[in-house]
């Protein structure tokens, strides 16, 4: 009889993170399949775990692969642990799922942590449609394909970036996404986490410590009103007036903030002011 698969969450930083199903099925397992050993020993070691483990990353799929399913096979029970959080997204843990499921192996998940819902219930965008990546490509064709694809989606999505990237995909997606709202998400659940809120533009330039592990959420995309129903220039004028003489911030959060209300761009209700400004109106 074959034995089974459990595909385990752990935590995304702050070990305290973790189901106290999942410490017993590392426990009772008889192999650890770890993408990173050394990281997975801290945790096993932390919470007194002498199951051994077995690297299983990227590098080593296509050997590790016949092995594990082997092993199950003849009846062992194998835990899979990512770096952090859920097996699964961007790693290799849906390779040997899959190929447990196609020999007919039992899969168990133990859910747990997992860094895009993390990251994602702290935005406060609105999370029904929600579209989950891995890392932005490296590769320059992939990382234009991927960009256009991205700025095609118009609900909110989530992305994983590396340290030396991140300062560069922001400002490419300064240029594709304008000032839709995004939140960087800086070393999740640890002791210096970290959310930035704004615009890419505006995250850019508030981003001094590129350090450590990245999930960035993008907000939905602002639905532009139908042209029935969208305000005249002068209602958008008067109540700019109203907004800059009642609120802080000054007149470009006034723009900003009509802008989103209307469905139209910055530089379109601030062409509209200023021309009924110099006309008199």
Not at 13 to 30: K, P, S
Not at 56 to 77: C, D, K, M, V, Y
Request: glycine share 8%; proline share 6%.
């Amino acid at each position: 009889m074959s034995g089974t698969l459990f595909v385990v969450a752990t935590p995304i930083g702050n070990l305290e993170d973790i189901t106290f199903r999942a410490l017993r099925v590392l426990r009772e397992a008889d192999l650890i399949a770890a993408e990173d050993t050394r990281r997975t020993a801290r945790l096993l070691k932390h919470y007194g775990i002498s199951t051994s483990t077995l690297s299983f990353h990227q590098h080593n799929t296509r050997s590790r692969l016949p092995q594990l399913i082997r092993r199950l096979e003849a009846g062992a029970r194998i835990a899979i642990v990512t770096d952090a959080g859920t097996p699964g997204i961007s790693d290799p843990g849906i390779d040997l799922v899959a190929a447990c499921l196609r020999k007919g192996i039992a899969v168990d998940p133990i859910p747990g942590p997992s860094a895009p819902l993390v990251a994602a219930v702290a935005s406060g965008f609105p999370l029904d449609p929600l579209t989950v990546f891995g890392f932005v490509p490296a590769r320059s064709k992939d990382r234009e394909a991927w960009m256009q694809s991205a700025k095609s989606i118009r609900h909110t999505f989530i992305f994983f970036e590396a340290p030396h990237r991140i300062r560069r995909t922001l400002s490419e997606l300064s240029q594709l996404l304008g000032e839709r709202q995004i939140v960087v998400c800086r070393e999740l659940t640890k002791l210096h986490q970290q959310f930035l809120r704004g615009d890419a533009a505006t995250i850019v330039g508030q981003l001094t410590d590129s350090r450590g592990e990245f999930s960035v959420v993008v907000g939905p995309a602002v639905q532009a009103e139908p042209a029935h129903d969208r305000p005249n220039d002068q209602v958008i004028a008067d109540e700019f007036g109203r907004s800059t003489h009642n609120m802080e911030g000054g007149r470009r959060r006034a723009v900003v903030d009509l802008a989103k209300k209307y469905g139209r761009s910055p530089r379109e209700v601030y062409a509209i002011i200023e021309r009924l400004k110099s006309s008199g109106v």
